[in-house]
């Protein structure tokens, strides 16, 4: 085959790269600690180039966490909307949700350690981490409630926020624990919705 006729391997659009840029180094130097300088020459682009992209340094951060969570990303497609079964849709979202999040760490522990020391773009930003995931887990609660899923006096936000939050202090867990854990991560999201569904159904 002729050279030419090889496709040629393109290079990310460059606000991709700088996305991907900025993320690296927000994790690897924090979120006071990351300059545009050093986000632009780990993307191999000029500074201009990143301000003409996203004005500040605040709403590319910004940025990268709509790229990671935002509702174009896995995010959106998690949990069901009431295609499969309660139990189904819960062990999804359970295994999207860590997936989601133990491929963002670095970068959520770095939010979560510096949230008191920043300003509100910050916390909105952090927020945005867990907020299209929850707003899809209320929903398919609702509507398990309105199914009778779920028993009537159940409130969807708190339910949520009590599943999801175990799902995280797990992949926290495992993370910083030294050895082998003592259950699979599988494991233990299946053990986490059946805990969850006793209380959901009353």
């Known amino acids: 085959m002729h050279p030419r006729a090889k ?34 020459r780990e993307a191999g682009v000029n500074e201009v180039t990143l301000f003409r992209h996203f ?8 940025a990268v966490v709509g790229s990671a969570f935002g509702p174009g990303g896995e995010a959106a497609a998690a949990p069901g909307r009431g295609g499969r079964n309660l139990r189904a849709d819960l062990v999804l979202f359970a295994r999207r949700y860590e997936a989601l999040l133990v491929a963002n760490l670095p970068l959520i522990r770095t939010m979560i350690g510096e949230i008191h020391r920043h300003a509100l773009c910050q916390r909105q930003a952090l927020k945005g981490i867990f907020w299209p995931m929850r707003a899809a887990l209320v929903e398919r609660l ?21 599943f999801a939050g175990a799902i995280f202090a797990s992949v926290l867990r495992r993370s910083s624990s030294p050895g082998q854990p003592e259950y699979s991560a599988a494991h233990y999201g299946e053990a986490c919705v059946d805990i969850f569904l006793g209380g959901v159904r009353g």
């Open 55 to 62: 004005g500040t340094k605040e709403r590319l951060l910004e």
């Open 7 to 40: 496709a040629v391997r393109r290079r990310p659009p460059t606000r991709q790269l700088i996305l991907s840029a900025a993320s690296r180094v927000f994790a690897r130097d924090g979120l006071e600690g990351a300059t545009t300088r050093a986000i632009s």
């Open 142 to 162: 609702r509507l398990a409630r309105r199914t009778g899923e779920a028993r009537p006096g159940l409130h969807p936000a708190v339910a949520a926020d009590i």
